[in-house]
């Protein structure tokens, strides 16, 4: 994925931050290995980034969100282990390389999974740079967007839902929820982070409903018209998995067009912040040509 600006340092600053806290814990030197390689110098960090952007907008400072944008990404790469595993989409590439568990065993990769839950939450609540009550906020809001009401609960509703009579609304339903409510906590850290009121959290709510769609819609085109050198990943999976997706509603030329029909929306919803949102403008259109 190509993003509008550098975001190398920040990428780099959440890898040493991780080192950093792997470094001081008691984990087994078994549960770090595994957790380095999938983690370290890998993945697009796009969280983690949009956190930073949103934080940005409000005024606040890369170094304030790097434990919970580290905390975000541990979630985040959790829920891709798990999701590559046999029982799930029994997947063997990802972030361009072995899968976790081909790399090392199945069980090895749930319990990285599992400890990078618990890390993420340590993270959050151990951060003295955050007010007690703004990181019970985060911490609260991390939990909701992430489990059974977010991304978990989506995942399940895409285990039972087949392309053929399944309605696109029960399709965005799931998306919005699998992959659009991590994108909510990133975007409405910021403004929580930075004190502000219900309006700005709102607004930076909506925005990441909208950029969980597009970022959606850009991973079902990946996996029609991408490489599995240039996504990192394998594709061509919807259709053999029978997965309910946008493309495999709408097909290619219609779901790109809906794509940039909430890429406008997405415009709008941030007006009100004028020139100082081009950066999470920017991020949004960058989606409408990743190939990875
Ligand atoms: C297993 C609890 C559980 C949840 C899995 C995220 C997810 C839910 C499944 C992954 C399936 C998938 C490909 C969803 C599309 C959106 C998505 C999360 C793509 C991968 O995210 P990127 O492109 O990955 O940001 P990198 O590797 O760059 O971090």
Do not use: W
């Amino acid at each position: 994925m190509t993003l509008g600006k550098n975001y190398d340092s920040l990428r780099s600053e959440i890898d040493h931050l991780l080192i950093k806290k792997l470094n001081i814990s008691k984990f087994p030197e078994t549960l770090i290995e595994p957790i380095k390689y999938i983690f370290m110098n890998k993945g697009k960090k796009v969280r983690a980034i949009l956190l930073a952007e949103s934080s940005a907008l409000f005024g606040v400072e890369y170094a304030k969100i790097l434990h919970v944008a580290l905390a975000l990404e541990c979630i985040h790469t959790y829920s891709l282990i798990h999701d590559d595993l046999p029982a799930m989409d029994d997947d063997d590439y990802r972030r361009g390389e072995l899968t976790l568990h081909k790399k090392y065993n199945e069980a090895t990769a749930i319990l990285v999974g599992d400890a990078l839950i618990s890390l993420a939450f340590e993270l959050i609540s151990g951060d003295e740079g955050l007010s007690p009550e703004c990181r019970i906020r985060l911490i609260n809001n991390l939990a909701i967007y992430s489990g059974g009401n977010g991304m978990v609960g989506g995942q399940i509703l895409d285990l039972g839902l087949k392309p053929t009579g399944a309605s696109i609304e029960s399709i965005k339903k799931m998306q919005q929820m699998k992959t659009g409510d991590l994108f909510c906590f990133a975007f409405t850290a910021g403004p929580i982070i930075a004190g502000c009121g219900s309006d700005d959290v709102e607004k930076l709510f909506d925005f990441g409903k909208l950029f969980g769609l597009i970022f959606q819609i850009s991973d079902d085109l990946i996996d029609v018209e991408s490489t599995l050198a240039e996504a990192g990943k394998s594709v061509n999976k919807d259709q053999s998995m029978d997965k309910a997706t946008y493309v495999g509603h709408y097909g290619i030329t219609e779901a790109k067009k809906l794509m940039h029909t909430y890429i406008k929306e997405s415009k709008v919803v941030l007006e009100k912040y004028g020139s100082k949102a081009q950066p999470l403008l920017g991020l949004c259109d960058s989606l409408s040509n990743r190939r990875s």
